[in-house]
């Protein structure tokens, strides 16, 4: 069983920048993929980024390409989330989450197919 604690949202401006962070307790986090979603309200939890159990294989949503970056520390048990030129649209809940077959070699971009949920951390963009 993995427990998963989300930080660093909050408001900013747009063009400005957040770092999501995702405490992982309870599990071998770094045998494990993990993914960043996002729900605005009124929408579906939309997949962001993912990153492979050990960090060399990353996959980012079309709509944050070459403005986020997500990452780990294994050794920290944390996964990271770097928002850069952040826009009013990123506005959302944000949830990171971890797939709980160890090794895994492909990535997963679906909500379905994450087992563990953080409780969301909300990330506000003013215009």
């Known amino acids: 069983q993995v427990q998963l604690v989300e930080s660093g949202g909050g408001l900013v401006q747009a063009g400005g920048s957040l770092r999501l962070s995702c405490a992982a307790s309870?599990?071998?986090?770094?045998?494990?993929?993990m993914g960043w979603f996002r729900q605005a309200p009124g929408e579906e939890r939309e997949f962001v980024a993912a990153i492979s159990w050990s960090g060399g294989r990353t996959y980012y949503a079309d709509s944050i390409k070459g403005r986020f970056t997500i990452s780990r520390d294994n050794a920290k048990k944390t996964g990271y989330l770097l928002m850069n030129s952040l826009k009013p649209e990123d506005t959302a809940v944000y949830y990171c989450?971890?797939?709980?077959?160890?090794?895994?070699?492909?990535?997963?971009?679906?909500?379905?197919?994450?087992?563990?949920w953080g409780q969301g951390t909300q990330v506000t963009v003013s215009s």
């Open positions: 309870g599990g071998t986090f770094r045998n494990y993929p």
């Open positions: 989450a971890v797939n709980s077959v160890p090794f895994r070699r492909d990535i997963v971009t679906t909500t379905t197919g994450y087992d563990y």
